[in-house]
């Protein structure tokens, strides 16, 4: 069946580029999504890749996509206490009807 | 103003009981979603709605049912509630379904305790 994963956690200092790794089953995926989750509150999208891309940058966010191997990253540079959260990787599902989540990624920025 | 609002924050209550959870977008959007969040953080699909149409994950007991009086609306019911049940639960809504690309909001969720 489809599956996402990812590596559960990630340890970083403040100013680090942190890294966070998924993978995912369907080739047929037309877009994938990164999604922060604050604690206590509710997942906001962080940014998206088309499925034609390898490479897409939002500021201090990079998302590299390996279609051949189905791996995603998310690269944070200057990684701030403020990043802290836990961040999921999401493929549509072939139905195309919801997101497929991955277990998510903690990651932790110490000082 | 918030986009997507679930009520309530926070429930407590008994095996066996059942309860509601509503859920309202204000965005205009025509799909709507109900997400269950574990004790370990995993996510995972319920329920999509869509224009009416209503596609469920089938691994959901029958004991939950959503239901959407309008298109602003998606409620969970859930009955006989057992201990399992415990999680937190996430609405959210897109403009159109996941296949093609739509940002999903999700509202602040709802944890559920059954003692």
């Known amino acids: 069946g489809e599956d996402v994963e990812q590596s559960l956690f990630l340890s970083v200092r403040e100013g680090d580029s942190s890294v966070i790794n998924c993978t995912y089953t369907?080739?047929?995926?037309?877009?994938l999504y990164w999604y922060k989750q604050e604690p206590g509150a509710g997942l906001q999208l962080l940014t998206y890749i088309f499925s034609n891309m390898d490479m897409k940058q939002d500021q201090r966010l990079t998302v590299l996509l390996n279609k051949k191997d189905k791996h995603l990253s998310l690269r944070i540079a200057d990684t701030q206490t403020g990043d802290s959260a836990i961040y999921f990787c999401a493929d549509v599902n072939q139905a195309g009807t919801a997101l497929i989540f991955g277990k998510g990624t903690t990651l932790s920025v110490s000082s | 103003d918030t986009a997507v609002s679930q009520t309530p924050k926070y429930l407590v209550t008994q095996m066996g009981n059942d309860k509601s959870i509503k859920c309202e977008q204000n965005l205009g959007h025509d799909t709507m979603y109900w997400y269950k969040q574990d004790s370990k953080k995993f996510l995972k699909i319920m329920f999509s709605?869509?224009?009416?149409?209503?596609?469920i994950n089938e691994t959901v007991p029958n004991r939950f049912s959503p239901k959407s009086p309008d298109k602003a609306h998606l409620n969970l019911h859930i009955n006989s509630l057992e201990l399992g049940d415990s999680a937190v639960y996430f609405c959210?809504?897109?403009?159109?379904?996941?296949?093609?690309?739509?940002?999903?909001?999700f509202g602040p969720g709802t944890r559920l305790t059954v003692l």
């Open positions: 709605y869509n224009n009416k149409e209503l596609i």
């Open positions: 959210a809504s897109s403009q159109d379904l996941a296949g093609s690309h739509n940002e999903q909001f």
């Open positions: 369907d080739s047929s995926s037309t877009y």
